[in-house]
Structure formats: structure tokens, C-alpha cells
């Protein structure tokens, strides 16, 4: 790689990474109240540390050096157990509320997730594999949460809960506090440091399980095929190498953790020993500073106890640095896909704008273009009711972009789309439409229910009239279980021609005016075709038809002909 | 249990690593304990020696280097610890999720036919990294947990009895009795969790490959509310956990703390009978606190355990069901001839189901020709998938060569097919490695042959990145025709000695299906060859052509135009 592309990657990272933080922030915005109670629970633990610190060290000191009995410390003892209660509860709270924080941004976000699907349709989304789309939504989704129930209130904490200790110190033993006020930023500093690297990695290793994701389904979706080619024990040495490989990036990310707590550990117990060191030379009467402070063993004992206590929210701190890295590169991976709403321009046009016009559907100068390429040009087009009509033109001529205007599933560069007179949109559109693609996507489920899909409160005797005007009565009279036959996903075990046929039965229940059929025998031999299309005929006699086919005999049966020749029309 | 023990086994070819990393825990928890114990007890009897003026005879300097020594112990020892428990783990999960997919092979043809990919996904994903907690969170913490517990009690014995009891009993019920509550009352929410999440995914999934459809016919709403549904319930059953998580966090420190109090109590008294010394006091005490420590983890890894449980559960399950087909113990080479022979062949899929194959014979000497016609569901495709060994017939036996296949290897069987089904799966990959799944050492001609063979060239010249073009999920859209005809030429490739057909030109249009059958026909010459059909397109390929009805074959006409 060249220097310059070198130093522009890093620069783009960076911008990339603060795009995100902000992002980030503006969602801790929405779960702000557990944050802070998180962070109270957690402030409020550590200031009971510190009176347990003070209890404990009056009572060994009266113990140890007053010898003292237990009878006149009880009211210390009593103190302590109420201390140790007040603890437990504000561990209990800090962590449920955290949780809260976390969970409420997982829902939303997923929501927000799934209507941005919608919103961009398959078109948009069709260079992704599934599988790794799963594995945003799910898993990165849910690497966010930690960043909201423990870094941002650990942030709060940290931000308050070392000054109250060293106010305390302070006042009984100046140069204490001085020692832990001058090591305490050591931690934070170093941990920025290692940290500096933690986004990339996690990064890299969030890319690795969505990759992983999506090339495990793949194979084991077409793992038959595989077999059947004695190729399945040979992909084992791939499945090998893409775990492999998500074992290498999940240790990077560890190792870094590891180390940066390692050495977090390491300098906290430098500054605790370097007390320590002071504190008991002081005792031992072997160094007399003439500026510095006596010290009681009562007063040793407590900045003793409480100098690690000190130390704990920053080392927290650090750890928990590592689940923003997480967030970092969580979020990464999901604005990609929100982002690409503004790519993709989906913007519509609202349910208000109308016009006046005699015909169904009506194109006024559409264009459309993707990036660079221009896939149409100039189409002014008026479809009337009723009108059966077939899209023709090469294959690359632009039918499928047509049809995907026309039904809402992607919007014109230029120009406007009327339907009834309304601006079209998408809601608006498919309310009308029935659209049946070149292939159709069965449900889990059962051959009936996937016939009820759109409209899931048909009678039974509308689903049966459906499915024996479409033709699937024909072939499920002859399985066991009829319409209740069990399909698996993408329609396993029917042909190409059966699944069309189900398809149909759906578009019919659906009632809709107007009917758009992509290239719906592209995949039928001859004698189904022409079976089908008399089904289609018969279903759909009294609407609206477009269907886009490069087919003669499909083309034979239709009353107008719409011919598109490198995007304009002919 | 016995799911997790049999998972356990295969973590074994990494024993030396897992057992390094249980002594490297074992070394940072000595170096913990001392440490607290030996710090205690320097601070205090600094104290009593600066106070009682013996300060030219007490050797500070021995005790300080142990304890710098120990500190970078502890550190380093708990920084390899994490490394090689890490490691470890995750190595095996590797070796887990290979020895899944490895498990699946066999079970491919018939037995998965049925299974959802979106669930197996789960299995391979999610489900196999929820086994790393049985070793980092359960076994090797229990482990060091016990040790740590029984060198604690004893140690403290040598200061004091009473003290090592009750601190060895509260320890006892921190780290038996408390995991114990947590383990039954998380059960339910762990078993949730996996299940939950399972159906999460497949969710998902529907709603990504099926958006066109449900976007159509305005049933993405609903399943996305349903998908979001599941991820609610999924959400308050971990936050369910995730309070039962807290409430044990609370209940430990409350342990430890009650555990220090009356460690205080009781050493107060033993001093003032002048059973402990002022410096010893301090030893007890930050002895049973660094104790505790050692207990932590335990009652949360045993809450989560059910999850652990279900999730290698759900995995072995899989792994665990047998083939539809018995396999051999010995197998026999493969026969020099590829005559076929059924003999009395009758099939159902299950006990309850109606026969689909009943008592069928046939004679295929190599290089016959023939096609077998009949209606969906009347059983041919279950006929070549009997060849193909999907499944074995209840009754008769199938030959090749006078072998009786069953006695083959189902690898070499499967070499001497080649097979169109109705389905053509591609990879998400490009189109030349699909190909190359068909043999993976051909040559370029090789495949230039195929692809002309299948009517492919065109197609593949129209591609800016001609065969490197990716297909598949996360490639370019190609239609069911194009698809079908990267099959063919897979088949091409593959040039096995029996095709079998299973409605070979479904999917193309008039033409193309003209010149795939008339590429066929030059191919099949010197092969046998089985197609079936439920219609008469194709069947100028054969010699002979059968009807199947209900589980019966019977010839119809013999092709008087070969």
C-alpha cells in the first residue's frame, strides 16, 4: 500500500470512529435515567467502602493496639453489618438498572433495524448474505448493550467517586493523598493507550463473525450438493479455516484486554505498595519526613484498606474500555445499513400529492439510474384499468427496475409515478398490487398457511377456493396432509412450477386490482407454462395484468404490448 | 450432564493446554491469598514493632521483596492464566464446530432434508460458543475454588480451629450451597435463553430472504412484529437472569462480608485470651477475605449452567441422530461394471407412512437408457434417491455390479453418479468455484467444455468478470434457468458413468431445452442413464420408458426411434 492511501485509511478510520461515537452518544441520550442511577448505585457503593474502611479500621485498632474488649464495640460491629447490607443492595441495583439501560437501546434498535430492511427492500440488500445480516441484528446488536449498563455509568463513577476518596484522605494524611492523586491518572492515560488500537481489532473481529455466519449457512444450506459431489469432507478444511480464522480475531481482541488489565493491575499495586511502603516505614519509625504527617495505626490501617478500594473503579474503567471498542465496531456494522436508507434515496413522496388523470397508473418522464449507470430514460407510460398488458425487451432492457417503480419497491431518479391519481408510494401501491417475482419464498410452514399469507384471517373456504382455482389443489391432493403439507423453508421439496402455483393462490386471495408478474414461467417448461398461464387468465380476468416476459406465448395472450430498448421505451 | 461429559471428551487432544491453564489459575490464587495475607500481617507487625520499640530487630526487608515478588506473581500469573484458558477454549470451540459440520455429512442425503438451515446455523454459531463457559467458567474455576477453599481452611486451622470451622463452613455454603439455589432457580431462564435466541435467528432469516414476498403481500409488518416479539421476550428472560445474577453478586459479597465480621468477632476474642498474637490477627482476617475471592464466580457460572446444558443439548442432538441408511463395516471395492439391478425393492418412509415403492424389480445393464414418467408423488424421485442412497429400502436389495450397493462406500457409490435434481443449489461463491465443486482439479479446457456444454458461454461472456463473477447469496441475482444450467455443466464435468435426471430441463425455455437435450443425448452415449419426468419432453434420450404408478412400475413403450 502506498504511504498516502496509508495515512488516508487511517484518516477515513478516524473520521469513521468519531461518526459513530456520536452516534453512540446520541443514543445513551434515550436510556439517560439508568444511566445515572446505575452510576448512583455504583457511587453510593463506593462511598459505604469507605465508611466500612473507617469502622474496620477503628475496630482493629481498638483490638490490636487499645486491646480493647468487644462489648464497647458493638455499636462499630452493628455499624459494619448495616454498611455490608447497604453494599449488597447497591450491587443488586447497579447491575439490574444497567441492564435496563442496555436492553431498552437492543429493542429499539432492532426495530429500527428490520423497518430499515423494509424500507431498502431486497434490491438494496441483495449483496449481503443473510446468514451475516442475522448476525448484525442479533450479536451486534447485543455487543452494544454493555456499553450503555457498564461503560458510560463506569464513566460517571469514575468521574466522581476518586475525588470523594482523596477529599476524605486528604484532611487525616496530606501526602497519602497526594500519592494516590498523582497515580490515579496513570491509569486512565495508559488504558487510552492501549485502547487505541481496540476499536480496529474488535472491528476486524465483528467482520469475522459475520463472515463466519454467512459462509456456515451457505454450506449448510447446500450441503447435499456437496455430498453428492464427494465434496463435503474437503469443505471441511474450509469450515476449519473460517473458525480458525474467528479464533484469531476473538484472541487479538482478548489479548489486548488482558494485557491492558494486566498492566492496569500491575500499576495499581505499584501505588498501593508505594503506601503501603510509606505507611509502614512511618510506623517503623524509620523515616521522619519533618513535613510529614504522623500516623496513628488506626489512621495506617484506613488508607490501607481503602487505597486498593481507590484503585477499583478506574481498573473497572479499563476493563470496561473494551466494550466501547465493541460499540465502536458494533456500530459501525449497524449504520452501515442504516446508512444505507440515504444511499439508496428511498425517499417518498407523501399520501397528499394528487393530480388529476383518467388512467390507472401514469409515468411522467421517469428516469432512473443507479450511481453512474441509467437503466431508464424518459418513460411517459398511462395504464388504464383493466388493461392486460406484457413488458417486453431483452434481458438488461430494464423490466424488472419498471416493475419495481411501479410497486414501490424502489423510487425514480427523475420524473413522477401516479397511481389513482396519488403520488405513488410504496404502502399506497402494494395496498393496490399484487406482485408475484420470478421466484417465490415459501414459509416454513404449511402449504395452507402459506397461501393465508396475506391476509391471515381468510375462511378456510376462501384458502381452498384459492388453492384449487391457482391449480395447488392438483398436486396436494395427492400428498398425505392435503393443504396442511408441511413445507420447509424456501419451499423445499416442490418444483419450480408448484411453488408458482401457490404463489398465484396468494395473489389471488390478496384481492389487489392491479397484478404485476415478473417473467412467471422464466422457469416452467413448456406444458406447465401454458397450464399456468390459463390459471392466470382465469384468475385475473377482471383486473388489471402487467406482466413482464420475453416469452412469445405469454406475450400471444395479452392485449398491448409496452417494448423497452435500453431503458426507453420503443 | 452426560451432554456436557461427552463434550468434554472432545476437549482432550487439548488437555496440556487446558491443564496449564488451570495451574497457571491455581499459582495467581496462591499468589493472591499470600499476598493479602502477607501484606496484613507486614502492615500490622510494623506497628506493633514501631510502637513496642523493637524496630532494630524487626527484618523488614525479606517480608517487602516477597511481597514485590508476589504482586508480579499475581499479575503475570493471572495474564497467562486468561491467555491459555482462552486459548484453549477456543481452539476446541474450533474443533467443535468441525466436528459438527463433520457430523452432518452423513446425515445430508435424507435425514436433514427436513431440518432448517437457520437452525443449524444456530447450532454452529451460538449454540457451540455457549459451551466455552464449561471450562472458563465452570470447571477450571470449581477447580480452584476447591483446591484454594481446603489450603484456606487448613492453613487457618494452624492459627485457630474454631476460626478455620466456621470460615470453612461459610465458605462451604458460598461455594456449594449458594451455586446450588442459583443453578435451580436460573434453570428455566438458561434453557430459555438458547431457545429464544435459536428462534430469533430463524426469524430473522424469514424476514431477510423471504422480504420480496412479505413486502407484496403486506406480511412484513407482522412478521416483523413477531421478530420483535421474540427479541422482547428474549430481552426480559436475560433480564430475568440477569436479576438472579445481581441478587447472587449481592448474596456473595453479603457472604464474604458476614464471613470478615465474624472472622473480626472471633479473632477478638481469641486475642483477648491470648490465643493469637496482634500481627497473627491480621493474617486470619485478610486470609478469609482474599478467600472469598476464590468463590465468586461459582454462583453465576452454575446459574448459566442450564444454558450451557441446553445449548450441548441441542448440538449433540443433532450430531447424535444415525443416517437413514446403515453403513457397512466392510465395504467391498467398486465392481469394474456399472450394471444396476433391483430386486424386489419396496420402500416407505417410516412405519407409519404408506408404502411409496412396492416390491420392484428392474434390470439396467450398463448403458441402458431409459425414463421413467408418473405424476408428482408417485415416487420416482424416492426411486433415484434409493440409487443415490438417501435412504434404503425396507425389503430387497439394490446392486451394482452384482454388489449390493449397501456393501459399497457411499462416497465411491456416490462417484459413479452424476446427478440433476430438481433443485440446484449454488455457493455464494464464483462460478468458477462452483464449478469446480464438481471436480476441483479441472482443467481450463475442461471447463470451457462444460460451460459450452451447458450453454453457458454466452451468459458468462456478458459478465464484466466473466467466470469470476460471484453468485449465490451475496452475488449476482441468476435465474432458476441459469442456475440449472451451471448444474448441467457441473454434471458435465463430473462425466460419472450413470446420470441420473430428475427433470432435466424443467426451468428452461423451448430452446435451450432443444439444445441441452441434444447436448445430453452426445453425452449419455456411452452411459446409463435414468430420467424421469412427468411429462414426454426429453424422452427421446432413452430406450425403454416406464410408468410409475402407486409404487408400481410398468413399462409402457420402448422408444422405437433409438
Redesign the interface.
Known amino acids: 500500500m502506498h504511504p498516502d492511501d496509508n495515512q488516508r485509511y487511517f484518516d477515513q478510520h478516524q473520521a469513521r470512529e468519531k461518526i459513530c461515537a456520536r452516534w453512540l452518544k446520541k443514543q445513551s441520550k434515550t436510556v439517560r435515567k439508568s444511566i445515572l442511577l446505575t452510576a448512583l448505585a455504583g457511587i453510593a457503593n463506593g462511598i459505604a467502602v469507605i465508611i466500612q474502611a473507617g469502622l ?1 479500621a477503628n ?2 485498632s481498638a ?3 487499645d ?1 480493647a ?2 462489648k464497647p ?1 458493638i455499636p462499630l ?1 452493628a455499624g ?2 448495616v454498611v ?2 447497604f ?3 447497591c ?2 441495583a ?3 438498572t444497567g ?2 439501560a442496555g ?1 431498552s437501546i ?2 429499539a434498535l ?2 429500527q433495524l ?2 430499515t ?2 424500507v431498502l ?2 434490491a438494496a ?11 448484525v ?3 451486534q446488536v447485543d455487543a452494544l448493550a454493555p456499553y450503555f449498563s457498564r461503560y458510560l455509568p463506569q464513566h460517571y463513577i469514575v468521574g466522581l467517586l476518586p475525588f470523594i476518596m482523596i477529599a476524605v484522605v486528604m484532611p487525616i494524611n496530606w501526602l497519602v493523598g497526594c500519592i494516590l492523586l498523582f497515580t490515579a491518572p496513570l491509569i486512565p492515560l495508559f488504558m487510552i493507550l492501549v485502547g487505541m488500537g481496540a476499536s480496529s481489532t474488535q472491528r476486524s473481529q465483528f467482520l469475522a463473525l459475520t463472515r ?25 478444511k474450509n ?2 479455516k473460517v ?2 480464522g ?2 484469531e480475531k ?2 487479538a481482541v ?2 489486548i484486554a ?2 491492558s488489565s ?1 498492566v492496569l ?2 500499576f495499581s ?1 505499584v501505588a498501593v ?1 508505594l503506601v ?2 510509606y ?3 512511618i ?4 523515616i521522619h519526613f519533618t513535613f510529614a504527617p504522623p500516623i496513628s ?1 488506626k489512621i ?2 484506613f488508607v ?1 484498606l481503602l487505597a486498593p478500594e481507590f484503585f477499583i473503579p478506574l481498573r473497572q474503567l479499563a476493563i470496561y474500555y473494551h466494550d466501547k471498542a465493541a460499540a465502536l465496531g458494533a456500530a459501525d456494522a449497524i449504520l452501515t445499513i442504516l446508512e444505507q436508507v440515504e444511499k439508496t434515496n428511498v425517499g417518498w413522496v407523501s399520501d397528499s400529492v394528487t393530480q388529476q388523470s383518467k388512467s390507472l397508473i401514469e409515468f411522467n418522464n421517469v428516469s432512473k439510474s443507479y450511481d453512474q449507470r441509467q437503466v431508464l430514460t424518459d418513460i411517459n407510460l398511462n395504464i388504464h384499468q383493466g388493461e392486460k398488458i406484457a413488458l417486453i425487451g431483452a434481458s438488461g432492457a430494464g423490466k424488472t427496475t419498471l416493475l419495481n417503480l411501479l ?1 414501490g ?1 424502489e423510487t425514480a431518479t427523475e420524473g413522477s409515478i401516479w397511481l389513482n391519481g396519488q403520488a405513488l408510494n ?1 404502502n399506497h401501491a ?2 393496490n ?9 415459501l ?2 410452514g404449511s402449504i395452507y398457511d402459506n397461501i393465508a ?2 391476509n ?1 384471517h381468510t375462511t378456510a373456504q376462501q384458502i381452498q377456493t384459492a388453492a384449487k382455482l391457482a391449480g395447488v389443489t392438483e ?1 396436494s391432493e ?3 396432509d392435503g393443504l396442511q403439507t408441511l413445507i ?3 419451499g ?2 416442490l ?4 411453488q408458482q402455483r401457490i ?1 398465484l393462490a ?1 395473489a389471488f386471495l ?1 384481492n389487489a386490482d392491479i397484478i404485476i408478474l415478473d ?1 412467471p414461467t ?7 407454462k401454458t397450464c399456468l398461464l390459463v390459471v392466470i387468465k382465469q384468475l385475473f380476468n377482471d383486473k388489471t395484468l402487467i406482466i413482464a416476459s420475453h ?1 412469445a406465448e405469454v406475450i400471444e395472450g395479452m392485449d398491448r404490448q409496452i417494448v423497452l430498448q435500453h431503458g426507453r421505451l420503443a | 450432564m452426560n451432554d456436557l461429559a461427552f463434550f468434554l471428551r472432545l476437549f482432550k487432544p487439548h488437555s496440556l493446554w487446558l491443564v496449564g491453564g488451570v495451574m497457571l489459575a491455581l499459582i495467581t490464587a496462591f499468589a493472591t491469598i499470600t499476598l493479602l495475607t502477607l501484606s496484613g500481617w507486614f502492615i500490622s507487625a510494623s506497628a506493633i514493632a514501631g510502637l513496642g520499640g523493637d524496630v532494630l530487630l524487626f527484618n523488614f526487608m525479606l517480608p517487602a521483596a516477597q511481597i514485590r515478588a508476589l504482586a508480579i506473581t499475581r499479575t503475570l500469573g493471572r495474564y497467562g492464566e486468561r491467555l491459555a484458558t482462552h486459548e484453549a477454549t477456543f481452539r476446541v470451540l474450533t474443533e467443535i464446530r468441525v466436528w459438527f459440520f463433520a457430523q452432518l455429512i452423513p446425515l445430508a442425503l435424507g435425514r436433514l432434508s427436513e431440518a432448517r438451515s437457520g437452525d443449524l446455523l444456530s447450532h454452529m454459531t451460538a449454540d457451540i460458543d455457549a459451551l466455552d463457559a464449561l471450562y472458563l467458567r465452570l470447571l477450571a474455576p470449581a477447580i480452584v475454588a476447591a483446591l484454594g477453599v481446603t489450603a484456606v481452611t487448613v492453613f487457618l486451622y494452624a492459627y485457630d480451629p474454631f476460626i478455620s470451622f466456621t470460615t470453612g463452613c461459610l465458605l462451604l455454603i458460598a461455594s456449594v450451597a449458594v451455586p446450588w439455589l442459583f443453578n435451580q432457580l436460573g434453570r428455566d431462564g438458561a434453557e430459555n435463553v438458547v431457545t429464544l435466541a435459536a428462534s430469533l435467528r430463524l426469524r430473522q432469516l424469514e424476514l431477510l430472504q423471504g422480504m420480496t414476498d412479505l413486502l407484496a403481500n403486506q406480511a412484513y409488518a407482522r412478521f416483523a412484529q413477531r421478530f420483535i416479539k421474540n427479541s422482547e421476550r428474549l430481552i426480559e428472560t436475560e433480564a430475568d437472569n440477569n436479576r438472579l445474577t445481581a441478587l447472587s453478586s449481592a448474596l456473595t459479597l453479603l457472604l464474604s462480608q458476614l464471613a470478615l465480621l465474624v472472622a473480626v468477632i472471633l479473632v477478638g476474642l481469641a486475642y483477648q485470651h491470648d490465643e493469637l498474637s496482634g500481627a497473627n490477627i491480621a493474617i486470619v482476617i485478610f486470609c478469609v477475605l482474599a478467600a472469598f475471592e476464590l468463590v465468586q464466580p461459582l454462583p453465576q457460572a452454575m446459574q448459566m449452567l442450564a444454558k450451557t446444558q441446553t445449548a450441548a443439548q441441542r448440538v449433540r442432538h443433532l450430531a447424535t441422530l444415525t443416517p437413514t441408511i446403515q453403513m457397512a463395516s466392510q465395504t467391498s471395492a467398486l465392481p469394474n461394471r456399472y450394471d444396476l439391478r433391483l430386486d424386489g425393492v419396496s420402500f416407505r418412509y417410516s412405519e407409519q407412512s404408506n408404502w411409496v415403492l412396492k416390491n420392484l424389480s428392474l434390470t439396467m445393464p450398463q448403458g441402458t437408457k431409459i425414463g421413467i414418467i408418473g405424476a408428482s408423488g408417485s415416487g420416482k424421485t424416492t426411486l433415484l434417491q434409493l440409487l443415490t442412497r438417501h435412504y434404503d429400502p425396507e425389503h430387497g436389495v439394490v446392486l451394482l455390479g452384482n454388489t449390493p450397493i449397501n456393501q459399497l462406500n457411499h462416497d465411491k457409490l456416490l462417484s459413479c453418479f452424476g446427478v440433476l435434481s430438481q433443485r440446484s443449489q449454488l455457493f455464494a461463491a464464483s462460478i468458477k468455484e462452483n464449478l469446480l465443486i464438481a471436480k476441483p482439479h479441472a482443467t481450463v479446457n475442461e471447463l470451457k467444455l462444460a460451460i459450452n456444454f451447458a450453454g453457458l458461454t454466452e451468459f458468462i461472456a456478458r459478465l464484466p468478470e466473466g467466470m469470476n463473477t460471484w453468485v449465490g447469496e451475496s452475488g449476482v441475482k441468476v435465474s432458476g434457468g441459469e442456475a440449472r444450467r451451471i448444474a448441467l455443466a457441473r454434471l458435465h464435468l463430473k462425466n460419472a458413468p450413470i446420470l441420473l435426471l430428475d427433470e432435466p430441463t424443467e426451468g428452461l425455455d423451448e430452446q435451450t431445452e432443444r439444445e441441452v437435450l441434444g447436448a445430453l443425448a452426445g453425452f449419455a452415449k456411452n452411459k446409463t442413464l435414468i430420467m424421469v419426468t412427468h411429462r414426454t419432453v426429453g424422452l427421446e434420450l432413452v430406450d425403454v420408458v416406464y410408468g410409475m404408478e402407486q409404487g408400481f412400475l410398468v413399462k409402457t413403450f420402448i422408444n422405437s426411434l433409438n
Open positions: 474496620l475496630i482493629l483490638l490490636i493496639i486491646n474488649t468487644l464495640l460491629l459494619l453489618v455490608f447490607i453494599r449488597s443492595f450491587v443488586y447497579q447491575q439490574v441492564f435496563q436492553a437492543r429493542t432492532r426495530q428490520t423497518d430492511f423494509a427492500g431486497s440488500l441483495k449483496n449481503q448474505q443473510s446468514g451475516a445480516l442475522a448476525a441484528t442479533l450479536e463466519m455466519s454467512g459462509y456456515f449457512l451457505d454450506r449448510l444450506q447446500g450441503l447435499a450438493t456437496l455430498k453428492l459431489f464427494g465434496q463435503a469432507e474437503q469443505e471441511l469450515i476449519h473458525a480458525d474467528f479464533r476473538t484472541m482478548l489479548r488482558f494485557l494486566a493491575e500491575f499495586a505498595a503501603a511502603v505507611v509502614g516505614l510506623l517503623l519509625g524509620q495505626f495506617a490501617l490501607l410497486s419497491f410504496r402494494l395496498q398490487m399484487a406482485y408475484i417475482g420470478q421466484s417465490s419464498y414459509f416454513y399469507l396475506a391471515p398436486f395427492q400428498l398425505a420447509g423453508e424456501r423445499y421439496g418444483s419450480g412450477g408448484q404463489a396468494r390478496k417473467e422464466a422457469n416452467l417448461d413448456k406444458e406447465t416469452d
